[in-house]
């Protein structure tokens, strides 16, 4: 069992930056490759951004590419995305998950095993 709380979210002007945190325990950290996601009222649960097990690979949805960047510090246990030029259609709940496989990416949610309980981000115009 892997256990993951986010934090870092809150309410931000346009254009301006947010750094989400998940923090996991439970299992090797290590031996997961680690997604965000998100949902907005309404829409279904969207990926945002993976990295694998090292941090080496990484992977982003197209509407975010550019502008976030998902790191990782397995000596923490912690899984990190770095929001810039935030615009107020990046307004959701955001959910970090675990996913079994440590190198393989996934842009499916039914890719990951484990969840967070979502952390919301506001994006004010």
């Known amino acids: 069992q892997v256990q993951l709380v986010e934090s870092g979210g809150g309410l931000v002007q346009a254009g301006g930056s947010l750094r989400l945190s998940c923090v996991a325990s439970?299992?090797?950290?290590?031996?997961?490759?680690m997604g965000w996601f998100r949902q907005a009222p309404g829409k279904e649960r969207e990926f945002v951004a993976a990295i694998s097990w090292s941090g080496t690979t990484t992977d982003y949805a197209d509407s975010v590419k550019g502008r976030f960047i998902i790191s990782r510090d397995n000596a923490k246990n912690t899984v990190y995305l770095q929001m810039n030029s935030l615009k107020p259609e990046d307004t959701a709940v955001y959910y970090c998950a675990a996913r079994g496989s440590a190198y393989i990416l996934s842009r499916a949610r039914n890719g990951y095993m484990y969840w967070g309980q979502g952390t919301q981000v506001t994006v004010s115009s």
């Open positions: 439970g299992r090797t950290f290590s031996s997961y490759a």
